[in-house]
T-cell receptor, first 114, second 114 residues
Framework: AAGVIQSPRHLIKEKRETATLKCYPI?????VYWYQQGPGQDPQFLISFYEKMQSDKGSIPDRFSAQQFSDYHSELNMSSLELGDSALYFC?????????????FGPGTRLTVL | AQTVTQSQPEMSVQEAETVTLSCTYDTSESDYYLFWYKQPPSRQMILVIRQEAYKQQNATENRFSVNFQKAAKSFSLKISDSQLGDAAMYFCAYSGGGADGLTFGKGTHLIIQP
């Protein structure tokens, strides 16, 4: 079965640079979520989109922005990168806004900021 | 805001034995969803089991079962007949449903002794 695709899988950036992470949800899934997991930490919810509209917002820094496109893929844009942004970034997808929707996680993008 | 607490940073169990991981949460909502996710060394997030708060019956999935005590806001995971492949970080998570992001606990590192 098709899974959530994230690209790139690994990314190395310098401080103050920008980065763009991409997420391709499971076919026919219309909801996308972004999470950040620092070393030895639990995943922290950043933001979610349903049908290309922002749905829920978590602890996303102002330096970060995200959007969901017409084909349902999503991009997380990160500017003025800081050392503390080094983390594993997960994208998850689900289908619809039913009371319960299982979130299927992608393999993550490992971002290293030097 | 909802919070999820896992009070056991690490647990160890002999192969084939049973282990219980604890989780408590705090919410003012009456309808919500609880999950246990497994994160092996590959860092992939894998859903183990879920529980809808409006269901009194405890969820079971093969060797995995939960003890959901809504009044006590407790949601523990029992793993029966532990196997080496069960070794991982286990995260308890809360969701209000829809496109809400997941709120995770700090995780419990489960070690399986051969």
């Amino acid at each position: 079965a098709a899974g959530v695709i994230q690209s790139p899988r690994h990314l190395i950036k310098e401080k103050r640079e920008t980065a763009t992470l991409k997420c391709y949800p499971i076919p026919r899934h219309d909801t996308v979520y972004w999470y950040q997991q620092g070393p030895g930490q639990d995943p922290q919810f950043l933001i979610s989109f349903y049908e290309k509209m922002q749905s829920d917002k978590g602890s996303i820094p102002d330096r970060f922005s995200a959007q969901q496109f017409s084909d349902y893929h999503s991009e997380l844009n990160m500017s003025s990168l800081e050392l503390g942004d080094s983390a594993l970034y997960f994208c998850a997808s689900s289908s619809g806004l039913a009371a319960y929707n299982e979130q299927f996680f992608g393999p993550g993008t490992r971002l290293t900021v030097l | 805001a909802q919070t999820v607490t896992q009070s056991q940073p690490e647990m160890s169990v002999q192969e084939a034995e049973t282990v219980t991981l604890s989780c408590t949460y705090d919410t003012s909502e009456s309808d919500y969803y609880l999950f246990w996710y497994k994160q092996p060394p590959s860092r992939q997030m894998i859903l183990v089991i879920r529980q809808e708060a409006y269901k009194q019956q405890n969820a079971t999935e093969n060797r995995f079962s939960v003890n959901f005590q809504k009044a006590a806001k407790s949601f523990s995971l029992k793993i029966s007949d532990s196997q080496l492949g069960d070794a991982a970080m286990y995260f308890c998570a809360y969701s209000g449903g829809g496109a809400d992001g997941l709120t995770f606990g700090k995780g419990t590192h489960l070690i399986i002794q051969p």
